[in-house]
C-alpha cells in the first residue's frame, strides 16, 4: 500500500467517523429526550449493542491510522499536521473516557430516563466531542488538498 493510498482510506474513514459523530450529536442523543421513561433504558441497551460494529471499531481504526500517519505519509503531508490531528483524536478520547463516558454510564442507571441531568449535560457539551471529531477530519482534508493541488 502506498503512502497516498494509507492517507486517502485514513480521511474517508475520519468522514465516515464525523457521519457517525454528526448522527449523535443532532439525532441520536435528542432524540433520546424524546422517549418516554420506562422506554429509555430498552432503547439505550439496543443502541449500546450496535456501537462496537459502527462505532467503536472505526474509532479504533481511526486512531490506529493517526499514529500510523505519523511515520507513513506522503511526503507533501507536514508532521505539524499530522500531530495537530492526533491531538484532536487524542484528546476527543480522553475526554471521553474521563467525562462522557461516566456520564453515559450513570445515566445507564438513571430512572429518570429521558428526564435524567446526566443526559442533559451530555446534550450541553457533546458539541465539545463532536467538534473535535470534525476538527481532525478537516485537518486530514486540509493536507490532503497540499498534497493534491
Not at 421513561?37 to 439496543?46: E, L, S, T
Not at 449535560?121 to 476538527?135: D, F, M, P, V, Y
Amino acid at each position: 500500500m502506498t503512502p497516498s493510498t494509507f492517507f486517502l482510506l485514513n480521511l474517508a474513514l475520519a468522514f465516515y467517523n464525523v457521519g457517525t459523530i454528526w448522527a449523535h450529536e443532532i439525532d441520536i442523543f435528542r432524540t433520546w429526550a424524546l422517549v418516554d421513561r420506562h422506554d429509555f433504558h430498552r432503547i439505550q441497551v439496543a443502541h449500546w449493542r450496535k456501537l462496537p460494529y459502527w462505532v467503536f471499531v472505526p474509532v479504533g481504526l481511526g486512531l490506529a491510522g493517526s499514529i500510523g500517519l505519523l511515520w507513513y505519509h506522503p511526503a507533501d503531508v507536514p508532521n505539524t499536521m499530522l500531530w495537530a490531528a492526533l491531538w484532536t483524536q487524542l484528546v476527543a478520547h480522553i475526554s471521553t473516557a474521563v467525562f462522557w463516558g461516566p456520564l453515559q454510564a450513570k445515566l445507564s442507571r438513571d430512572e429518570r430516563g429521558s428526564l435524567s441531568p446526566y443526559l442533559a449535560k451530555i446534550l450541553s457539551t457533546h458539541w465539545i466531542r463532536t467538534a473535535l471529531i470534525s476538527a481532525y477530519a478537516l485537518i486530514l482534508l486540509a493536507a490532503a488538498m497540499r498534497v493534491w493541488r
